[in-house]
């Protein structure tokens, strides 16, 4: 469905971290997301230390909006954040999504934490939502799927990359994202995008895949429906 797409989970902002070198790569990454049927973007920067606060990320994101208003792209972005679970417990509380009780939370890529059930707990005791960003590409998953169905419960949400469904990360992580789809435990699709170039902003080709495995409408929330309720804090159902 052109233009009714949200991405949940993309590197647009310059020099945060490793996404845009600069502002017309930003705008040229969200023309290449406006071309794909994408309408609302969330900027996650990768948090890791307190290098940055969620204030400078908004301040980024006022920017970039103002830009794609006088460039006339048709993409809103808001502020949001990919924190890491090894940031310091006291700091995440405050990387949320649109300032929602949903937070986009990073593994390490080469195994799960052992604390991660601990910090994840405490994170969901103080009302937060945790959505865990690509279990799918994460080691120890794609090894034992059931590491991660064991650490989810109600108050948790996974995200899958829209790479890892069309195989361009190879075919481990792709059958791991079609186990997690299949077992529904997948609630968004996003693009984690960091340029214009490689990793980009699209979402439509993962789209029809997804369709084709779990079908035209349950897919459709993934791209749409769920991540319209993050935006405006709604429970996802
Ligand atoms: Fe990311």
Same mark, same amino acid.
């Given at each position: 469905?052109?233009?009714?797409?949200?991405?949940?989970?993309?590197?647009?902002?310059?020099?945060?971290?490793? %996404?845009?070198?600069?502002?017309?790569?930003?705008?040229?990454?969200? /023309?290449?997301?406006?071309?794909? %049927?994408?309408?609302?973007?969330?900027? @996650?920067? $990768?948090?890791?230390?307190?290098?940055?606060?969620?204030?400078?990320?908004?301040?980024?994101?006022?920017?970039? *909006?103002?830009?794609?208003?006088?460039?006339?792209?048709?993409?809103? =972005?808001?502020?949001? &954040?990919?924190?890491?679970?090894?940031?310091? +417990?006291?700091?995440?509380?405050? #990387? @949320?999504?649109?300032? !929602? *009780?949903?937070?986009?939370?990073?593994? +390490? $890529?080469? $195994?799960?934490?052992?604390?991660?059930?601990?910090?994840? &707990?405490?994170?969901?005791?103080?009302?937060?939502?945790?959505?865990?960003? $690509?279990?799918? /590409?994460?080691?120890? =998953?794609?090894?034992? +799927?059931?590491?991660?169905? *064991?650490?989810?419960?109600? *108050?948790?949400? =996974?995200? =899958? @990359?829209?790479?890892?469904? !069309?195989?361009?990360? %190879?075919?481990?992580?792709?059958?791991?994202?079609? #186990?997690?789809?299949?077992?529904?435990?997948?609630?968004?699709?996003?693009?984690?995008?960091?340029?214009?170039?490689?990793?980009?902003?699209?979402?439509?080709?993962?789209?029809?895949?997804?369709?084709?495995?779990? %079908?035209?409408?349950?897919?459709? /929330?993934?791209?749409? !429906?769920?991540?319209? &309720?993050?935006?405006?804090?709604?429970?996802?159902?």
């Amino acid at each position: 469905m052109p233009g009714r797409m949200i991405d949940l989970h993309c590197h647009i902002l310059p020099t945060l971290d490793d %996404g845009p070198s600069d502002f017309e790569e930003s705008l040229e990454m969200a /023309r290449i997301a406006s071309r794909d %049927g994408v309408c609302k973007i969330i900027a @996650t920067p $990768h948090v890791y230390n307190d290098k940055f606060a969620i204030q400078d990320i908004i301040k980024q994101v006022d920017l970039l *909006n103002v830009l794609l208003k006088e460039n006339d792209i048709p993409i809103s =972005v808001y502020p949001g &954040a990919e924190v890491s679970i090894g940031l310091d +417990p006291a700091l995440i509380p405050s #990387y @949320t999504l649109n300032q !929602t *009780n949903y937070i986009l939370i990073e593994f +390490p $890529h080469n $195994h799960l934490p052992s604390f991660a059930g601990k910090i994840l &707990a405490w994170l969901i005791s103080k009302g937060l939502k945790p959505i865990i960003a $690509h279990p799918e /590409r994460n080691y120890s =998953v794609i090894r034992s +799927p059931e590491l991660l169905l *064991n650490l989810l419960n109600r *108050n948790m949400y =996974v995200q =899958v @990359t829209a790479d890892s469904l !069309t195989g361009d990360f %190879g075919t481990d992580i792709q059958y791991c994202t079609d #186990y997690l789809l299949n077992s529904g435990k997948v609630d968004f699709i996003a693009s984690d995008a960091h340029s214009k170039d490689f990793r980009i902003p699209v979402l439509s080709e993962a789209l029809e895949i997804a369709a084709t495995r779990i %079908g035209r409408q349950a897919s459709q /929330r993934l791209v749409s !429906t769920n991540p319209t &309720a993050i935006l405006t804090g709604e429970e996802i159902h």
